[in-house]
């Protein structure tokens, strides 16, 4: 093995994250289990975010506002986004911090950097699978009979890791070099909310714009996950051409980004 | 040449210092960047205020050195001499700024005790954890659980969260899961200051079979000590190149001669009324040196110059190992005897007969004290030296003596064994003629 001076741009090594994958599952496993760790309710931590969001919207939206929710009651209409939205800006606001947080092993041992925020993202999934029961839980609830379309959900789930994949590699990049990045993410998150169709329908929205709107790669992830289980209709083919590949734009110019900063985080973290 | 596991060529690292914040913020950037872009818009030039310069330094430079499977090498220097550095590039760490390493092997780095530990979790899941950080499989920590719970003695503690810990007993945990690693070639930092002895010394003793596997092992260390017992050869870094690389008695010779000569004190300090101004170490043959044998008389001459004149002084002269444990002492303030007064520039010296030393570093400490016991002069490291030699030349034929007497303990009192079979055998470190005949010393 050669030690030389890095030059330029290039992707990260997948090999070598392939041969470090079990270290990518210790991280996780440690996440998990260190935030579950003295609590007394424990995973249904998971449920009170997601679930009182809706409650929230659904009084505040749903009830004073009015808003349509394309036929279906609104709990649920917003419960199907806010399932994968809280994924996403749980992973990402751990990931934002990971690497900074891990300064202790970054700067005393070698492993490829990359495993840090892929395990933030990996380890929201247990969350993520919690809130899903839920879901469908009201979906029975609401007798909401699931289409063929809901086969789409493992899709749709490897499309929310991705997207928030994309999101965390930036973030936690930026944030080992300029530390005020972690302080704009919650705040990110929160005006990222309303971008993204989650309290209301991107059908609100004339058809036009609607690919301008779908420049936000949540957009497309939630209302991939209406269409999959609430089988709410079409004219929304737009949206999907436009975020779906900005998910992936914005997952390959993270690992490149990162790629290139990995190399300073253990001289500046 | 197929069997060098370890390369390196004209290895270099720069660093950014000085009055920039080590990390800086995203605004600021944004901010530097649009300044310099309106500036240059503006005048054609792009500023760049003078007080901002960046200052650099070589932390390594034109590093350049070969290292053979089961090696054992020790790499010493002053504080900031590139040492941790060297280790970090070489761990993968972070990146060289020019020249290159190979590396035939795996790689196991000991920085630190205790890495990627988190107080949450139980020893248990700590191990794992750490186990894995470090480069573990699972299935090979699975292998060697109880063997590390056993190494650390923490078999009733292993499922307690680990902020429950004594700070020894997380030592223990930490370099019980680092010393299964087993890897084939082995980065260790300095991790042995810290731990009771009688855990550095089990330390010492696992590094020892690590070596004797026939691993390659690179050792960072100030303990000069654990350098001689280990390794057969010393890199000495100084000011991050390297200023000695050879046999590690010759390397930690000079080391040590170079560092004795920064003890030279010009200026006192704050309420000191003696200066120190140089200690020359002489053995049985008045022979200016600092390689003593265990039979050696110790003479300490003591330079110094007192500010005005001080009435019935006490000095004092301690010798104490590496790690700093006092091992013994010529004090006044228990003898009795002192000068009448002292003024100006002035030389006192104390010999000590027949030091009875085992084959170790140590350090020379003088302490001055005015007639109602107050500080002349801050008790402070003067100097110094080695105790060297092979411990069957002075009496002492076990096989494994000259390993095991870098580790013992130093001072040798002599003593009798009454046997089990009746026998009574005496041990004494025996004069050491060097033209080759034995007597009981201090005769």
Redesign the interface.
Known sequence: ??????RGWGFPDLREIWEYR??LY?FA??SI??RY??TVIGALWALIQPFFTMVVFTVIFGILARMPSEGVPYPIFTYTALVPWTYFANSITQASRSIVDNR????????PRLIIPAASVLSELLDFTVAFLLLMGMMMFYSIMPTSAILLVPLLILLSMATALGVALWMSA?NA?????QY?VPFLVQIWLFATPVAYSSRLLPEAWRPMYGINPMVGVIEGFRWALLGSGGGLEPIFTVSIPITLLLLVTGLLYFRHME?TF???? | MNDVVIRVENLGKL?RIGKRE??????D?LARTFSRALSRAYSGRSSGNPGERDQYIWALKGVSFEVRKGEVVGIIGANGAGKSTLL?????????????????GR?G?L??IG??F?P??TGH?NI??SG????M??SEIDRRFDEIVAFAELEKFIDT?VKYYSSGMQVRLGFAIAAHLEPEIMLIDEVLAVGDAAFQKKCLGKIGNVVEEGNTVLFVSHNMGAIRGLCQRAIWLNEGKIAEDGETQRVVSRYLTAVQEGFIQRQPKDGERVIIERVVLRNSQGEKTLDFTPDDDLIVEVYFRALDRIEKPYFSVTVASRLGWRLFRADMTLDGHRPDYIEGDGMIACKFKSIRLLPQSYVVRIGVRAKDRSKLTGTRDVGFFNVIGRMADFGFAAEIADREAWRSAPVVVPYEWHLPDGRVISVDIKHYDKRGKSDEVGG
């Open positions: 093995m050669i030690i030389r001076p890095s079990e270290l210790f496993w440690r289990k260190v760790k003295q202790g092993i970054i700067t005393k041992v070698y492993l930026l070099i300029y530390r005020d990045v704009a190399k253990a001289d500046l973290v | 660093y080590p990390y800086s913020t995203l605004r950037a970090k590039i070489l761990s993968r760490i972070t990146d060289p700024t020019e020249g290159h390493a190979e590396i035939n790689v780095s920085l630190e890495t990627g988190h949450e979790l899941e794992y954890f894995a950080v470090l480069g499989k699972k969260p």
